[in-house]
């Protein structure tokens, strides 16, 4: 059911990219510019958990692409296209090896350490300053947060796409 | 929610909260120490400015090919005025008046930097003082 799945995750993309553009309108106040919170993460640990890791990732470099496309900003192309690949990367691990351990919740606290780590290195390639990561204690209280929000919406969203179960 | 996720969070907050008391305990050491302002565009520095006196109310241009910045020093805070860039952010950044802080525009690769003179001074520093204005 190739193209069942394929307009899926079209669909997973399309949404992410919605809360991309919203999450925009909210830049944190504190920090540095074009820092997000990841909210967006929902969706790329939603395809992770539904359709595996390639499909997250391909959710996430399509979700960062289609925002420089939208938006027109090469310098948040960057930071979005290396925090969700980065924090695709490291949910995929925790998820595959860690998830009786850690719940989606847990999961997606790395996600979120790991979309703000992304975040400050394409910070400190561009300024050349690696001074920027003085912001990472106050970005990783607000993922604690954000990844906590982001969890729990997973959870619910899995399991009422699972009850669907028109997936594959 | 399981015990490891308790963990996990618990583990994170600590430790950010001790860095970050950590860096504030760093700045307010550093309070006393003669201070400068490190402007930087695309990691190297172009402007040093003392944080003193003699910048006090004043205002400096920071122009590069990446775009246009000023910065107002008033007493002994840094923040900035104007700048080129389309999302502003840091104009919202606000004040800075502590050493390690930071004001931070990417789009222009600018950043501004409180210093104090502990730190190793770097090799480049033209002073493009352009005045009140």
């Known amino acids: 059911m190739a193209v069942k799945r394929m307009i899926f995750l079209s669909l997973l993309t399309a949404m992410a990219l919605v809360v991309s553009l919203i999450e925009q309108s909210f830049p944190l106040p504190i920090g540095i510019p074009g820092a997000k919170l990841g909210i967006s993460n929902i969706i790329i640990l939603v395809t992770l958990v539904l359709y595996g890791f390639r499909a997250a990732l391909v959710v996430a470099v399509l979700k960062s692409v289609l925002l420089m496309l939208i938006t027109g900003s090469i310098t948040s192309f960057w930071y979005s296209l290396v925090g969700a690949v980065l924090s695709a990367v490291i949910m995929a691990v925790i998820f595959r090896f860690f998830t009786p351990t850690f719940s989606l919740i847990g999961v997606s606290e790395f996600g979120a350490l790991a979309h703000n780590v992304g975040q400050l290195f394409v910070a400190m390639i561009v300024l050349d300053n690696p001074r920027i990561f003085y912001y990472l204690p106050v970005l990783t209280l607000i993922g604690v947060f954000s990844g906590y929000f982001v969890g729990l919406s997973t959870n619910y969203l899995t399991k009422h796409l699972k009850r669907v179960g028109h997936l594959d | ?133």
Request: proline share 3%; glycine share 8%; aromatic share 6%.
């Open chain 2, 1 to 133: 929610m399981t015990k490891a996720d308790k963990g996990l969070i618990f583990v994170f907050v600590v430790l950010s909260a001790a860095c970050l008391i950590y860096l504030a305990a760093m700045g307010l050491m550093n309070r006393d120490a003669q201070r400068y302002v490190s402007v930087q565009v695309n990691g190297k520095e172009v402007q040093h400015i003392p944080l003193d006196a003699s910048s006090d109310g004043k205002h400096f241009l920071i122009q590069s090919e990446f775009g246009r910045n000023v910065l107002s020093i008033t007493g002994d805070a840094v923040e900035m005025f104007e700048a080129s860039c389309p999302d502003q952010l840091c104009i919202r950044q606000g004040r800075i008046d502590k050493v390690g802080q930071m004001l931070v525009c990417l789009p222009n690769r600018t950043l501004v930097e409180i210093k104090g003179r502990t730190d190793a001074p770097d090799s480049q520093s033209t002073d493009t003082n352009i005045g009140r204005h």
